[in-house]
């Protein structure tokens, strides 16, 4: 039927033309921005699962410097028990030697000097031993906290030990000496406790040391998981994609095409009348 009111071959013709029009906005807009899904209106539920798992990989980033913080605090620890234990070392050397029957006074008075100068040292070492504030080793010692995971509900504690002198490590006291070859023998021992205290410290130490090293590797991992799976929920296949645009555009110029066809009836109805 030839109609000038009710003309079915432009109607389907203007709504192939909309769709592949469409289409080709579509694609247009993935090629531009790299992504099948760019905004919520492209598809809700997908785009909603990709920012949530965004939102977590930018959590974990804050994990990580938690991390490094609590790991610098450890390292600075750490640094000064070995710094104690060197002193120790050195103190157990003036010690011994003390200890000997026979020694002058002057002998003697030399190494009680050395013995606590040394001594002396480990209060100073405590007293800088500090990072952003957070003291590990003081008499009263805070602990290295990183958070361990994107909610803030665990959390990685290592904890500080007291290495001030009189402690339950380091057991030589403040007035610990070398006056006397009794007061050595004393010191020795004492000397020799907080080697072996001091030591299975620091071992305690090492080990957390690698728990938050794991963990910070655990959780690049985890971001790399989670970036690849986004990328395969709203990445676009860039391959695909320009395929698919020279066809919608033959598409689109077909579809123009078939409106002019379908707009030429009408000069086929006056036809009829002449």
Do not use: C
């Not at 007061?183 to 410290?201: D, F, H, P, R």
């Amino acid at each position: 039927m030839i109609s000038v009111n009710t003309n079915t071959a432009v109607m389907a013709a203007i709504q192939n033309l909309n769709r592949s029009s469409a289409d080709l906005q579509q694609t247009q807009s993935a090629i531009s921005t790299g992504k099948k899904i760019a905004n919520v209106r492209d598809n809700g539920a997908v785009w909603v699962i990709a920012n949530k798992m965004s939102n977590d990989v930018e959590s974990y980033n804050r994990v990580r410097e938690s991390n490094d913080r609590a790991n610098a605090i450890l390292d600075t620890g750490i640094a000064a028990g070995e710094g104690i234990m060197e002193l120790l070392n050195e103190m157990k050397a003036k010690a011994l030697a003390a200890t000997q029957t026979g020694l002058s006074a002057a002998s003697q008075s030399a190494l009680a000097a050395d013995f606590a100068q040394l001594r002396d040292q480990i209060t100073t070492v405590i007293a800088n031993a500090s990072f952003d504030g957070t003291n590990l080793v003081d008499s009263s010692p805070d602990n290295a906290i990183a958070l361990g995971d994107s909610s803030g509900g665990n959390s990685i504690t290592i904890a500080g030990a007291n290495l001030s002198l009189g402690g339950s490590i380091v057991s030589v006291t403040a007035s610990s000496a070398l006056d006397t070859t009794t007061n050595a023998t004393a010191a020795l021992s004492a000397v020799n406790a907080s080697i072996t205290a001091l030591g299975t410290q620091l071992a305690t130490w090492g080990a957390g040391a690698k728990r938050l090293e794991v963990h910070k590797n655990f959780v690049g991992k985890l971001q790399d998981a989670l970036n690849t799976g986004i990328g395969s929920l709203v990445d676009a296949d860039l391959s695909v994609e320009s395929a698919r645009l020279q066809s919608l555009q033959v598409k689109r110029q077909l579809g123009i095409q078939a409106l002019s066809i379908a707009n030429s009836t009408t000069q086929t109805a006056l036809g009829l009348f002449r």
